[in-house]
């Protein structure tokens, strides 16, 4: 079945029948179609698969996909059309320009959490392009997948834009075949899986996964337009967002003050009871309602099931004593040297094609050396994790995690060896912004750094010296929303980038042209036998090259 999906894509595509400007401007007029006259089914998947809110859903996935979609159309002369560069003197006469060609068969690979954005905004910038797309949306937000299934073939070319469901079976089916581009969102994990498929056959791929994206806050920031913002980037789809603020790291004349005001901010957005709020959505499955349990400060998180009090007593024990390990261990850790460090206590399990999870497997994230002044220590703060301020209540049976705020992370938490991607926000007292920026640099390079600073130095330095996928002074998600900027990772956090003319050619491919009229000759001069006059005509040649 997926190899007979690709033959047909393969054949339609060699047909021209996606080459001509009119059929690309009919496919996205026709997603825009798709998206705005299917509002309702669309957030009712999402509210299915992820217990989105309705706003979110409009404003973050379906408004976005139109928008880009129109944007693209609009300057698809402009971006098609040839465009002449300058030829070296010594061809003269001559002519030189490239083009933008499609690059053929391409295979979109997309994830759970944003299931309608980051499955059709790659898929309008590959239409754009000229291009038959296969469409891979993720088993795990499966009320979305079934509804893009249905969808798309009443809305687009049946022959140029197929819909594959399934899992990671029919992915690595998928993978088999000699696609001419592969974009894939979601962990790394999956996307060595995907590179290296894609390596046999010498397709070209464009990974956009994740990490540890950080947020610098100093006292120069305006402390409540910092918590709100934060909060924002943070909590929107209940943390699952790839370049939310996964950490922060504030100066400790602004850290305490910081704190209090995300969780104002927290009840401002939510409510008192976030849980009852229609705003506040919930985790995609078990596996990472669990795995994020696993982050928050032990004894936070009751047993699955209710104990005898003998065994409530010797689980009380047992988690005092796992404490009391945990800082036994960052201690000694300090004292041995990032050789002896433990590693993570939650490892998640093999996460499967589409996923967004990014488990800190390039282990860059979880062998990080601190040094001890970089981070300081707050006073009454006894578990790794740190001190829960807001938040901090789960319920398994709806797969709610409140809105948490940690103060005083250390460093060697659980909670700081992975990009979270849930409702968990650590916030770790740093020196100053020096110590801020070493920190980031000893980890993974992140799809997204934020700085909450009006200090032009402070700011200049971080975009200096860190890198990442993205830099945002006092913006978090902003680069996400925008058909004008590249979004894309470096480094561990992806490879290429995408969003209006950056995605254009990322599907295709720039071609070179070049032309000399066959009258007058004059290569002649350069032709053999090299004989002594040549010899001389090369050398003045190059004293004016």
């Given at each position: 079945m997926t190899n007979q999906t690709f033959e047909q894509l393969k054949k339609t595509y060699e047909s021209g029948r996606t080459r001509p400007l009119a059929w690309r401007r009919a496919q996205l007029n026709a997603l825009r179609r798709l998206v705005t006259e299917n509002r309702d089914a669309f957030v009712s998947s999402a509210m299915a698969d992820l217990g989105k809110p309705a706003a979110e859903t409009v404003l973050m996935e379906l408004n976005l996909v139109a928008g880009e979609a129109q944007f693209v159309r609009n300057r698809l002369g402009l971006w098609t059309a040839r465009h002449p560069?300058?030829?070296?003197?010594?061809?003269?006469?001559?002519?030189?320009?490239?083009?933008?060609?499609?690059?053929?068969v391409v295979f979109i690979i997309s994830p759970w959490n944003y299931p309608v954005l980051l499955a059709l905004e790659p898929m309008a910038d590959a239409l754009a392009a000229g291009n038959a797309v296969c469409l891979k949306p993720s088993e795990l937000s499966p009320n979305t997948s079934k509804l893009l299934a249905e969808l798309v073939p009443q809305y687009l070319?049946?022959?140029a834009v197929r819909v594959v469901e399934g899992g990671?079976?029919?992915?690595?089916?998928l993978l088999k075949n000699p696609f001419n581009h592969i974009f894939y969102t979601g962990g790394g994990h999956v996307g060595k899986i995907v590179m290296r498929a894609a390596a046999e056959n010498l397709t070209p791929v464009t990974l956009e996964l994740g990490g540890k994206s950080p947020c610098f806050v100093d006292r120069t920031a305006d402390i409540n337009v910092a918590a709100r913002r934060i909060a924002w980037g943070k909590f929107t789809n209940a943390g699952q967002t790839c370049v939310a603020p996964d950490y922060v790291l504030a100066t400790p004349d602004v850290a305490e003050a910081l704190v209090k005001r995300i969780a104002v901010a927290v009840t401002e957005f939510y409510g008192e009871d976030p849980k009852a709020s229609p705003d506040f959505g919930r985790i995609i499955n078990d596996r990472h309602f669990e795995r994020l349990c696993k982050l928050l400060p032990v004894g936070t998180v009751p047993p699955e099931e209710p104990s005898s009090p003998l065994v409530q007593v010797a689980s009380a024990v047992g988690a005092a004593m796992d404490m009391v390990g945990r800082r036994f261990n960052a201690v000694t850790t300090g004292r041995g040297g990032a050789g002896e460090m433990a590693?993570?206590?939650?490892?998640a399990a093999k996460p499967t094609a589409g996923s967004n999870m990014a488990a800190a497997?390039?282990?860059?994230i979880a062998s990080a050396a601190v040094e001890p002044s970089e981070i300081h220590k707050v006073p009454g703060v006894f578990d790794l994790a740190g001190?829960?301020?807001?938040?901090?209540?789960?319920?398994?049976?709806?797969?709610?995690?409140?809105?948490?705020?940690l103060y005083g992370t250390s460093p060697d938490a659980p909670v700081m060896k992975e990009e979270i991607f849930g409702p968990i926000l650590p916030i770790l007292v740093v020196e100053d912004a020096e110590s801020a920026i070493r920190f980031i640099n000893k980890r993974s390079r992140p799809l997204a750094a934020y700085v909450f600073s009006r200090d032009h130095e402070v700011r200049l330095t971080f975009e200096r010296q860190t890198s990442s996928g993205a830099l945002g002074y006092s913006l978090p998600l902003g680069h996400l929303l925008s058909s004008r900027l590249p979004f894309g990772g470096v480094g561990a956090s992806g490879i290429g980038a995408y969003h209006g003319k950056a995605g254009f050619l990322t599907f295709s491919h720039v071609k070179t042209v070049v032309t000399k009229p066959q009258f007058p000759d004059t290569l002649r001069l350069v032709y053999p036998p090299f004989n002594e006059a040549k010899a001389k005509l090369f050398d003045i040649i190059a004293k004016f090259s």
């Open positions: 560069k300058a030829m070296h003197w010594m061809l003269q006469p001559a002519a030189g320009w490239t083009i933008a060609e499609p690059k053929g070319d049946t022959e990671p079976k029919e992915t690595g089916d590693g993570s206590a939650n490892n497997d390039d282990g860059a001190r829960i301020v807001c938040g901090g209540k789960v319920d398994r049976a709806a797969r709610y995690i409140a809105p948490t705020v």
